[in-house]
């Protein structure tokens, strides 16, 4: 009798666990559905983040930053704080990460792509090219600059988000 009991407990809780495993993948696959058809519309309240990103292409190869403290390199940019506008926080992240002076006329929009990390964390991630500035690229202490080309999108040191975008700069025939 235990043993019928307690089998039915184990089939029961296996039963549990495969319809909760369902019911998150629902939830994320709406979640994410949402998000990449209504991606540009939606309030800035919407996501749990908003990232700015530069693309600055050199010879077929993209700028890329590893930042002091951090294993992987992403695309300079980063976090958009409260009232700021994309290409102001862009902006204030290259002279941070760079040291670079830079325009709003010399940012381009090149791309916003919106995704969900984890179960349910939305980004939405502007990416801007950026066509001229003032002063050399001086990487701010302990962070290290590297130029890239498309082959770095499968080096275990590039985040997702420099490997989404070198991967747009492929397919759009920016890098090879």
């Not at 990487?139 to 770095?152: E, I, T």
Request: hydrophobic letters at 35%.
């Amino acid at each position: 009798m235990k043993k019928n009991i307690s089998i039915l407990l184990f089939i029961s809780l296996v039963g549990l666990v495969f319809w909760l495993f369902s019911w998150q993948r629902t939830v994320h696959n709406n979640i994410s559905q949402r998000i990449q058809s209504e991606c540009t519309s939606l309030p800035s309240r919407e996501f749990a983040s908003e990232r700015a990103h530069a693309l600055i292409v050199r010879e077929k190869t993209v700028a890329s930053i590893r930042l002091a403290n951090e294993k992987n390199f992403s695309p300079p940019g980063g976090h958009i704080e409260e009232n700021e506008t994309p290409n102001q926080a862009l902006i204030r992240e290259l002279k941070e990460e760079l040291g670079l002076s830079v325009e709003s006329r010399n940012l381009g929009w090149y791309k916003t792509y919106c995704e969900v990390i984890g179960t349910s964390r939305t980004q939405r991630t502007y990416v801007y090219t950026l066509t001229g500035w003032k002063g050399s690229m001086n990487p701010a202490r302990d962070s290290q600059l590297k130029w890239v080309s498309s082959d770095f999108r499968y080096d275990p040191t590039a985040d997702s988000e420099l490997i989404k975008t070198l991967s747009y700069a492929v397919k759009d025939g920016l890098i090879y």
